[in-house]
């Protein structure tokens, strides 16, 4: 690569209006995002809402229109690269042209795709499902995240969120209500147990989406009761008669590995070379810094064998 460094390539994709040119804003005004690189802006198709000069100025990024599919070619991309040599790439891509051309066009050296952004429209998304389901759909399947706007009450996000996690199982879904708040839509219903028995029985591949729900949605889990395998961990700065309770992750490389778990107040003295079927009843309870986690309350336990897998997996609902 000759000392050259990568050149990041996003893609939001979508019909006119369903908030591409909102979601850049955001991405160029987002301290954590945008830290001054040179950003080159392709836009394919001109909406309702413009990108403002100040937020570009201060953003250090610069607009490319596109006018027609037929411009989207290696040779424009090339030149375009020559003229502004930008340190990151952002493409609004208009769906209308379909995926297969910017997928085959060849990129300059050095541009890499990086991550794929589907957005629709609440108020449109059942219409076009129905009569421009290739076209709404395409992007979609090779999407890192999905994210659905203006999702007033009447929006159905559980019945939804099924048929977009079919057409892509490992993309981020994500909701967005009127008031600008986000969701993930799962309901008690998409989860891989029963959330009404009287005790949830949280089987072992189930562990790590009961691990990431409950850390989402602590308040699903008040006052009822599950029953799951892990380790009981001492800890010596949790106060007598409490643990953690939990089992191993690898979150990304075999240089990451975490604990996942919950405090439990329960055992006094817990073996963490032996692992246990924990029965337990959930508490939320609130952090003096205002944070909501689960807290639990130790049931029954008794000693079992270790899981078939080590490592807890992150599965999707």
Not at 157 to 163: D, G, I, L, P, T
Request: hydrophobic letters at 35%; aromatic letters at 10%.
């Amino acid at each position: 690569m000759s000392g050259r460094n990568l050149i990041p390539v996003y893609m939001l994709a979508g019909f006119l209006e369903s908030g591409k040119t909102s979601m850049i804003r955001t991405m160029l005004t987002d301290e954590g995002f945008s830290t001054g690189q040179k950003t080159l802006i392709l836009l394919c198709e001109e909406g309702m809402e413009e990108l403002e000069d100040s937020v570009l100025k201060k953003a250090n990024a610069v607009v490319e229109p596109l006018e027609s599919a037929e411009e989207l070619t290696a040779l424009r991309l090339k030149e375009l690269n020559a003229q502004h040599k930008p340190e990151r790439v952002i493409i609004e891509y208009n769906s209308m042209w379909g995926m297969d051309r910017v997928v085959q066009v060849r990129m300059p050296p050095y541009w890499q795709w990086v991550q794929v952004i589907c957005l629709a429209d609440a108020t449109t998304f059942a219409n076009y499902m129905t009569n421009m389901s290739k076209i709404m759909t395409d992007p979609m399947k090779d999407a890192d995240l999905i994210l659905i706007n203006r999702c007033g009450p009447d929006f159905n996000k559980s019945a939804w969120r099924k048929q977009l996690r079919a057409l892509n199982p490992s993309a981020n879904l994500l909701f967005e209500n009127p008031d600008g708040s986000t969701e993930d839509g799962v309901s008690d219903e998409d989860l891989p147990y029963d959330m009404k028995a009287e005790v949830i029985d949280i089987s072992e591949e189930n562990y790590g989406i009961f691990y990431l729900d409950a850390m989402d949605h602590p308040e699903r889990y008040d006052g009822k009761k599950v029953r799951l395998v892990g380790q009981p961990y001492p800890d010596s700065s949790f106060p007598r008669g409490f643990y953690y309770f939990g089992r191993y992750a690898m979150t990304c490389c075999a240089e990451d590995v975490q604990k996942c778990g919950w405090v439990c107040q329960g055992l006094e003295k817990p073996d963490a070379r032996k692992y246990i079927s924990l029965k337990a009843a959930c508490e939320v309870v609130t952090s003096p810094e205002g944070q909501t986690a689960l807290l639990l309350h130790e049931l029954e336990t008794s000693p079992v064998r270790p899981p078939k897998e080590k490592f807890v997996t992150f599965g999707t609902v």
